[in-house]
């Protein structure tokens, strides 16, 4: 719960509106972009696991064997079997022909969550006990916090 400054005034709703004191701002503003972090990580690796389908097929096999005999298992004729099936199967996840060398460096790109930002403001806002104005406003401040340590 965050803390609130004196807000003055003797009529209920008179004076000044409570305001979260300076490190309070920072801590409600940090909580929205690690909420805003994870929605953007849980799609990152959605589309990570998009783009290597067959990858983690075969290696979902390699996983089957013994961790104490795996050394054993590479250098055999089913591990190197194996590994053929991985460059196979990275082929086909890049679109190659059979001809071409498949990349083992990948880049994806995921494009930055979108229509959630209201979302995150009211759940910050309802766990913390403040507007989700109050909740934008702080999480703006910890933004341009950042953007100061950062340059």
């Known amino acids: 719960m965050a803390r609130l400054m004196p807000s003055g005034g003797k009529r209920k709703g008179a004076g000044r509106k409570p305001k979260l004191e300076p490190m309070a701002r920072l801590a409600v503003g940090a909580h929205c972009e690690r909420l805003w972090s994870d929605e953007y990580e849980a799609k990152l690796a959605k589309e990570v696991d998009a783009s290597l389908v067959n990858v983690h097929n075969e290696h979902k096999s390699a996983h089957r064997i013994p961790i104490k005999e795996r050394k054993a ?3 055999s004729e ?23 060398i498949p990349s083992r460096l990948i880049q994806v790109k995921a494009k930055r969550p979108k229509g959630i930002r209201s979302k995150i403001m009211k759940a910050v806002a309802e766990a913390e006990g403040i507007s989700p104005r109050m909740a934008e ?9 950042q953007n100061e340590e950062s340059s």
């Not at 990275?90 to 679109?95: P, S, V």
Request: proline content about 0%; glycine content about 6%.
């Open 73 to 75: 298992w590479v250098k």
């Open 137 to 145: 406003s702080c999480w703006k401040a910890f933004r341009r916090f």
């Open 78 to 100: 089913a591990g190197q079997n194996h590994i053929e099936d991985v460059e196979d199967a990275l082929r086909l996840d890049q679109g190659l022909s059979d001809e071409d």
